[in-house]
């Protein structure tokens, strides 16, 4: 039997899930917990409820869909899902075209009348975009979220108790979300791209191999300030040039010696910070990604040498902060194999690709057989209202998601 999805239902759960929190030029505006984020939840739920499907809210805030295995009693889960929060003016296709994908997946699977030997189980993470924490949802899940972290979160604590309130969320069940890995049979997870390389080759599906380590640090370079007018101009210990040098340089480092990974200096501030002022201190935000363990810390090493080599020859000293980070996570194998068959039962040429951007599966990977497709993006826009993908490649994902679940449920150990 040749198994697909409802694409116009799909199509029509897209288009509506995409006037929750819509900005007016085509993105949604839903961070974690947002009342349009709470909203979303609400719906999606309701969604699956009328699909006759079970629903439920953990302690953590995610919500869940289960299509009960054929022995109608509560057994292993092969979780589909992503998450339906945004960054804050973000695209309407992150994220919420997989976790429709999955209840679409999963719907189908209902009315064909399959009686698998898992659960499935269609699950929306909570805060993945990281606006209170990051990947908050699925570290819950996984038993990996520490109370340290929501006790710094990356977006104030502030923020985070305003979300927990709203939320109706404790952190003692944050903390006490944890699933047991041996009440998993795996996780897949349809998403965009995010990136050019699908959309410019023209291949409408990739399998993703690995998603990233990412490891930052606060370097502060000190100089001398002093008066910018009289101060001669080889005589000057200034920490913006040191900055500018560092930054320059690393990039040009990365693209000749680090293939496949990536630098970024995303904010950089100057202090005292006046016009006729020579900058004294200069503060940078370093982050830089690799696929594998080993060229991140290669990577980490270079840099942070280099960062040492600029400062000594612009007079300056430096100070690194760790900011923290994470490994590489790679796929599993048989969640690859599982997608691989599935886009070639298609007919569908794909391609193996690392995933440069943080997903839900990071944290999944650890506990159980975790897998992702991604499909293309166009012009590789994301987290902007210009964020785009066909809706033919929406549909070639979605079932190749099907398909996926299919062989890695009938195969679950």
Known sequence: MTLLINSERFKQDFDALAQIGATGDGGVDRPCWSPAHLE?????????????????????????????????????????????????????????????????????????????????EVIDFVDEEGTLVGLLGSKALAGTLTAEELKTPRGGRAALEAGLARAGVTEAGLLAARRDPATLAGYLELHIEQG????????????????????????????????????????????????????LTARELVLRDFPGCTVNVGQMRFGPGAFNI??????????FRAPEPQRLQDLEKVLLGLADVVGRQYGLTLAVEPLGGCLPAPMGARARAALTTAADSLALAHTPLFSGAGHDAMSLAPLTTAGMVFIPSRAGVSHAPLEFTEWEDCVNGANVLLRAALTLAERAD
């Open 278 to 287: 020579i900058p004294g201190e200069a503060e940078l935000a370093l982050e």
């Open 196 to 247: 050019p390389t699908l959309a410019r080759n023209a291949v409408p599906i990739g399998i993703v191999q690995g998603i990233v380590g990412i490891r930052s640090f606060r370097l502060t370079y000190h100089g001398q300030a002093n008066h910018a007018g009289t101060t001669p101009m080889d005589q000057r210990a200034d920490a913006a040039l040191g900055a500018a040098a560092f930054t």
């Open 40 to 120: 979303a939840q609400r719906w999606w739920l309701a969604r699956a409820a009328e699909a006759g499907l079970e629903t439920r809210t953990d302690p953590a805030g995610n919500c869940s869909a289960v299509l009960r295995s054929r022995g109608r009693l509560a057994g292993p889960s092969l979780l589909l899902g992503s998450h339906t929060d945004s960054v804050p003016k973000g695209g309407r296709f992150d994220g919420a075209l997989g976790v429709l994908a999955a209840l679409e997946a999963a719907r189908t699977i209902q009315e064909a009348g399959l009686a698998l030997p898992v659960d499935i």
